[in-house]
């Protein structure tokens, strides 16, 4: 049977989990030990050496990265398929994925450094977040754009746009920053968290909120140290946190990306 390992509250997760439940794959989810802090434990790093979650299992093929998982499932899986038929649409949902994934979930990965590892207080964090919601408005506004009049992000049915953008909207949300409440983006993130498999995931997640109210002190204690890579990195400075940057950096609760070995540290 296939092996997830995963976090709840990892979108990319969640696109995994929605895009094998919706085919009726079975799955089995685990969660490794030490994510979060950079060290991970049981051979993980030999699946993924980014020490990320998801990671897939499935037989003898370990595939880490979110994206190229999707891609294994529709290939591996064909019965119920979950990308359009034709060459331009499939690009368009590529498109889509990848705005999510690197862009978007960079505005939602400060505003949880903010949340919940209380990296800005008071006026600094006000300003922080002002700057997360008027860059959230203009992903919004292109997402409707990418929606016009269908009911799903590429067409009539629910497919793997639509699984590629739910859980970080449903991210932003979470952090009070939706959709204008009646806009057609509004009604179809109402829309897409009615299908099953998108309303299990984003359960699951909901429950794992709830013990994230402490991680600030996971933090201070030094069992978290937060990944700034790429476009989070990017999007703390050009927001207004240098100096969260620097700050982190000195204490050593934020690291980069730290080579790519596969030996567990
Ligand atoms: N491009 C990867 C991104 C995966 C990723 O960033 N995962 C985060 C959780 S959302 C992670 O596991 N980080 C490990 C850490 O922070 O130690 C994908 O699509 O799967």
């Known amino acids: 049977m296939i092996q997830l390992h995963e976090h709840p509250l990892s979108p990319y997760a969640q696109k995994v989990k929605i895009a094998l439940r919706q085919k009726g794959i079975p799955f089995e989810l685990s969660r490794p030990e030490g994510l979060g802090s950079g060290a991970t434990a049981d051979g993980f790093a030999l699946g993924n050496p980014r020490r990320e979650v998801p990671l897939l299992v499935d037989g003898d093929c370990r595939i880490f990265d979110s994206t190229i998982m999707l891609d294994y499932l529709e290939e591996a899986y064909p019965a119920t398929p979950l990308m359009p038929d034709s060459p331009a649409a499939r690009a368009r949902v590529r498109m889509i994925e990848d705005v999510m994934d690197t862009h978007l979930e960079a505005v939602n990965w400060g505003l949880g450094e903010i949340r919940y590892f209380r990296r800005a207080e008071g006026a600094d964090a006000e300003a922080l977040q002002a700057r997360a919601q008027a860059q959230l408005s203009g992903f919004f506004v292109w997402l409707e754009a990418q929606l016009g009049a269908a009911d799903w992000m590429t067409g009539t049915r629910f497919g793997r746009a639509d699984l590629a953008v739910v859980p970080f909207l449903n991210a932003s949300r979470g952090f009070g920053f939706a959709p204008p409440a009646g806009c057609a983006l509004a009604r179809w993130l109402d829309r897409v968290n009615t299908v099953p498999a998108v309303a299990t995931t ?63 540290a």
Do not use: C, N, P, Q
Not at 208 to 231: L, N, Q
């Open 202 to 264: 984003a359960a699951e997640a909901e429950a794992s909120i709830a013990s994230i109210g402490k991680a600030y002190r996971a933090v201070e204690s030094g069992g978290f140290r937060r990944h700034y890579r790429d476009h989070r990195l990017e999007w703390m400075i050009r927001s207004g946190g240098f100096d969260i940057v620097a700050r982190g950096l000195e204490r050593g609760d934020i690291r980069f990306t730290d080579g790519f070995d596969t030996g567990d």
